[in-house]
């Protein structure tokens, strides 16, 4: 259980992101490439491991006086740097590996998404909305991967909307920061100087606003498909944002958005209905 933490294992949820382009490439079910992608996102979570590790190390201090995260195994004292390190490298080599023998695009991009994060590790995080921006960029890496490894491209509605909710939930990950800045006077990270609830506040209605916005401008494009289908989906993410903004303004627990996930019954909900429908929606040739 100590070295799952230390790996992130419950954060390589988030690149099931890669899976996005064969999903609305509606070839699921096409072997050759869902086995592809597969061996990619796992190839791709070995190397976030080592992007975890270095980010842990720059972050041990502040670790060690957030409420949950000085249980972190490098900021407990429970695993050694010499050895997180040894284990991340080899992770990250074994990775590399894996993704260079599926596609040679992927592994440059996995390159720059480890370039990327090594850098905002050290220091670009601690650049006000340049740290957010740069979190939504890892995402839409992930997506690019995903159209790499399956050499199909991804429209540009389904990148704007992929950065957009990556941004959103940054921004709300963020504001949890600041408000235990504000209230706990609790530094997290340096960053938190250069921000106030006010402005997380408003920016979290802002970019909720423009989310809502491009979903529905979506699901409009679509015009092959049953429009009923489409706005159940925009309900569900209409209560979707409504809820996560509940529990970011609310309870003030906007930040760790896995564990949300993971412990939120009413978002997973959400999101097994809106996986379902939008499935329906795509395969709905292949399935009936």
């Given at each position: 259980?100590?070295?799952l933490k ?29 086995l ?5 996102t796992?190839g ?5 491991v080592?992007v ?8 041990i ?20 740097l ?8 080899l ?9 260079y023998?599926?596609s040679?695009n992927a592994?440059?991009?996995?390159i ?9 590790s050290f ?12 979190v ?5 890496i ?16 389904v ?6 909710l ?7 990950k ?11 006077n609790?530094?997290?990270r ?18 909720s ?5 491009s979903y529905l401008l ?22 979707g ?5 509940q529990?970011?303004?609310v ?13 939120d ?23 009936f």
């Amino acid at each position: 259980m100590l070295y799952l933490k230390l790996i992130r294992f419950n954060h390589w949820i988030k690149n099931l992101f890669i899976f996005i382009p064969l999903f609305f490439s509606v070839e699921l079910f096409s072997v050759d490439k869902f086995l592809l992608t597969f061996y990619t996102t796992i190839g791709f979570s070995f190397i976030t491991v080592l992007v975890y590790i270095i980010n842990d190390v720059f972050d041990i201090e502040f670790d060690k006086n957030h409420k949950d995260k000085k249980f972190r195994p490098i900021a407990s004292g429970e695993i050694s740097l010499k050895s997180s390190f040894v284990i991340g490298l080899l992770f990250f080599l074994l990775g590399l590996w894996i993704v260079y023998s599926v596609s040679i695009n992927a592994f440059f991009l996995s390159i720059i998404y480890f370039i990327l994060n090594f850098f905002y590790s050290f220091k670009l995080k601690s650049i006000p909305i340049l740290d957010l921006i740069i979190v939504s960029i890892g995402f839409i890496i992930r997506v690019y991967i995903g159209s790499a490894v399956i050499q199909i491209s991804v429209s540009n509605w389904v990148m704007i909307m992929v950065f957009l909710l990556s941004l959103f939930l940054a921004i709300c990950k963020r504001r949890d920061d600041v408000y235990l800045y504000e209230k706990k006077n609790t530094i997290n990270r340096k960053v938190v100087l250069h921000y106030n609830l006010e402005f997380m506040n408003k920016i979290i209605t802002i970019v909720s606003s423009v989310l809502i916005v491009s979903y529905l401008l979506f699901i409009t494009s679509m015009e092959n498909f049953s429009s009923t289908y489409l706005l159940l989906t925009f309900i569900l993410v209409i209560l979707g944002i409504l809820r996560y903004n509940q529990i970011t303004y609310v309870y003030n627990k906007g930040g760790s958005p896995i564990k949300i996930l993971f412990h939120d019954i009413f978002l997973q909900i959400i999101l097994i209905c809106w996986v379902t429908i939008f499935f329906i929606i795509l395969y709905k040739n292949q399935i009936f």
